[in-house]
């Protein structure tokens, strides 16, 4: 393979370490095929030291350890390679040597870490696409790398991952007026403090977007396992120490969701509250939920099954759906 001669001086000035280190991830991982790993080298890994050996050659034998070491790790647990179960994670460590060198050469192992652990995760989420975009966005007027992450984590928020809003939220409060805007979309003309206020107390406003006032159903929320969900059978809703729980089949899910999406994750054992807890003022007749000033009907989901609030978020659940429905509240 002919290599960029950053990346050949190297790997041939370290040969021995080097192929030691094969050697011990082929023991570790037997699937690791040799021509799989020759080409991520000779391809991403190769464009990737290029692109910061132009702006900081000095950084170059550092990045190449860190990128070695985890492309071994990536691809003996098949998320990069031949049918990677994550395969965006390469073309996220290209966008950042494409859009951020000089941040790369300052911490590789951090940042090509923290890229492949997001990707990993967005694997599992069926997404990823468009953080991508944003991420380079960001990388191009991040000034270090731990405000890049931090804007990547809020970048993540905003696209759908709702159960970062709390440590998004905290990383919101410290964040550059004009990277926190890029990250949530918003015109970096149009921010304005009072957005990052208004974001930590109401669950339900995006200052990209207007929105009408609550009561309104947000989202529907699951799906049947068949067509990639998480439920078995239709959920049930109920209320954890005030989290908001999903019960199919005996397992339980943490309800997260805001304006930007709503996910589940797995919950803890814990005994869940009855159903059928209504706001007051509010009623269910069949399936029909009535609030002191409208009605929704979900006569095509069966009759609802299950309900439980907080104080900004209703969610219920239905006998013919294996997916809850949120609405946001007052």
């Not at 494409?98 to 989420?125: C, D, F, G, M, R």
């Amino acid at each position: 393979m002919s290599l960029n001669p950053a990346l050949a001086d190297v790997l041939r000035g370290g040969r021995s370490e080097f192929n030691r280190r094969f050697e011990l991830a082929q023991a570790r991982y037997p699937g690791i095929e040799p021509a799989a790993f020759s080409e991520i080298l000779s391809g991403p890994v190769d464009r990737m030291i290029g692109k910061v050996a132009r702006v900081d050659a000095a950084a170059v034998p550092a990045l190449v350890d860190t990128l070695y070491e985890l492309s071994l790790m990536l691809l003996g647990q098949r998320w990069i390679g031949p049918g990677g179960r994550a395969p965006a994670l390469l073309a996220g460590w290209e966008l950042l040597a494409e859009n951020a060198p000089v941040l790369l050469a300052k911490q590789p192992l951090a940042l090509a870490t923290s890229i492949a652990n997001a990707l990993v995760h967005w694997s599992s989420h069926g997404g990823g696409d468009d953080w991508l975009l944003t991420l380079s966005t960001l990388a191009q007027r991040a000034r270090s790398p731990d405000e890049l992450l931090r804007a990547g984590q809020i970048a993540a928020w905003r696209h759908g991952m709702a159960h970062y809003r709390e440590s998004a939220l905290e990383r919101a409060r410290a964040l550059d007026g004009e990277l926190l805007a890029l990250a949530l979309g918003v015109p970096v003309g149009d921010w304005h403090d009072r957005m990052r206020v208004r974001l930590i107390t109401d669950r339900w406003y995006r200052p990209d977007v207007p929105s009408a006032a609550p009561p309104r159903v947000m989202c529907r929320l699951g799906a049947f396992v068949g067509f990639g969900g998480r439920f078995s059978e239709p959920p049930v809703a109920g209320l954890i120490d005030g989290e908001l729980i999903l019960d199919a089949g005996g397992t339980r899910y943490t309800v997260h969701a805001d304006a930007y999406g709503a996910n589940v994750q797995t919950h803890p054992d814990g005994q869940r509250r009855a159903a059928q807890a209504l706001p007051s003022g509010w009623r269910i007749e069949a399936g029909t939920l009535i609030s002191p000033t409208q009605g929704f009907a979900f006569a095509e989901y069966g009759a609802i099954t299950g309900a439980a609030h907080s104080a900004d978020t209703l969610l219920l659940t239905h006998a013919w759906s294996h997916s809850a429905t949120l609405l946001a509240l007052v």
